[in-house]
Each structure stands twice: as structure tokens, then as C-alpha cells.
């Protein structure tokens, strides 16, 4: 049995009937979007047994996802423009992928390399 919460309900998709997606496809969309960025990618955890830090983190709302994203961004690149452009990787491929899913996307730089 699935936690409805864990899953984003579209109806009628394609005319078809409803399709859920998982929060984990959300978190997996995210992810390759944001290493396609040149200067950027997901933070990585620190090598510990237990970690309880997620670099990335999808919560799922009335049917709306929001997608934090923790980041590891090069020196010598601008950090504005890194963060700007991780965000339209993100929508651009949550968008094409899931179709007209709504979604929020917050960045945070997790350090700096």
C-alpha cells in the first residue's frame, strides 16, 4: 500500500486516465538536471556511517512539489548566475518530463570548491 502523499496525481493524462508520479522521480530529475550545469553539482555527504542529510529534498502539497536542492559551486564562477541557471535546467527538464506538474525550486549553496 502507497502513502498518497508520496505520489503527484495528474488526471486525464492524455485523455487516458491518471498517471502518479513518485516523489522520487522528482528527486532523480532534479539531480541529473542540476550536474548538467558546468561549475555546479549536488553536494555530496561528508563519508559518515549515518547521515541524516539529503542533498536533495522533494515535499509534495496539494499537489504542487517543491525541490530543494543543496549545491557545490566551483570558484571561479559566478554564483547568481550558477544558482539561475540550475533552476532553469530543473524546470526545464521537470517540466518536459512531467508535464504540467506545478513546482517550486530552491537552491543552496552547500559549499564552495
Not at 522520487?24 to 532534479?30: D, E, K, L, N, R
Not at 541524516?52 to 557545490?72: E, F, K, T
Amino acid at each position: 500500500m502507497w502513502n498518497m502523499a508520496d505520489y503527484v496525481y495528474i488526471e486525464n493524462y492524455t485523455r487516458n486516465g491518471a498517471m502518479g508520479i513518485s516523489h522520487v522521480v522528482f528527486y532523480q530529475i532534479a539531480e541529473a538536471a542540476t550536474n548538467v550545469v558546468k561549475g555546479a553539482a549536488v553536494s555530496k555527504s561528508k563519508g559518515r556511517l549515518f547521515n541524516l542529510h539529503r542533498p536533495i529534498v522533494c515535499h509534495i502539497r496539494n499537489g504542487q512539489v517543491n525541490v530543494d536542492i543543496a549545491v557545490s559551486i566551483s570558484k571561479a564562477t559566478n554564483i547568481n548566475e550558477v544558482c539561475l541557471k540550475i533552476q532553469e535546467e530543473v524546470a526545464s527538464a521537470l517540466s518536459s518530463m512531467t508535464e504540467l506538474v506545478p513546482f517550486n525550486i530552491n537552491i543552496k549553496v552547500a559549499n564552495i570548491e
